[in-house]
């Protein structure tokens, strides 16, 4: 017997991954998205907030889309670091 509370999603299990996005300022002023974890997974939008939201649905798009395909999903062990580097070089 399942016993669901009436705040419990109705529908399929779910569960909480989490996924490191790298997100790029656009020369236009928005924002890209790119999930290294999940090749071909992005998105965009028009502030951070927005590219955060929409990167989240297609986070759960392309998971979605595996799935369907019989495809295993990835998961991120560790989180991915970034950083930032300065390298000098010759002007042409």
Do not use: W
Request: glycine residues 8%; negative net charge; contains cysteine.
């Amino acid at each position: 017997v399942e016993v669901r509370t009436a705040d419990e999603p109705k529908g399929p299990s779910m569960s909480d991954r989490y996924y490191t996005v790298i997100l790029h300022l656009n020369q236009d002023g928005g924002f890209s998205a790119i999930v290294p974890s999940l090749p071909g997974c992005f998105s965009h939008g028009r502030s951070f907030e927005e590219a955060v939201d929409h990167v989240k649905e297609a986070i759960a798009l392309h998971i979605e889309g595996l799935q369907e395909a019989g495809e295993p999903v990835p998961e991120e062990e560790e989180p991915i670091v970034t950083v930032q580097v300065k390298v000098a070089y010759p002007s042409s």
